[in-house]
């Protein structure tokens, strides 16, 4: 079983007193299913704790913002 934590921002990346926050344990793939179409379909960001490992998911719009900061932060 994995723990999830997760959290929706208002905006930007900044986490705000406006954020909703939930844990929630995904026991099967149609939990882990719906985990990633929240994340697809409705721009939520989660995050991800396996076995001791944390990870965020994002969409796809977050990680090409991520990616743009990254390569400029390395070009700067």
Known sequence: MSIVEDLEYQAGWQL???AHEEA???????????M??????EGERILYNMNGAQVAIVPLEDYAVLEAMDRDFLMA
Do not use: G
């Open 24 to 34: 929630i344990a995904v026991e099967n793939k149609e939990d882990e299913q719906q």
């Open 36 to 41: 990633f179409n929240r994340v697809a379909f």
């Open 16 to 18: 705000d007193s406006n």
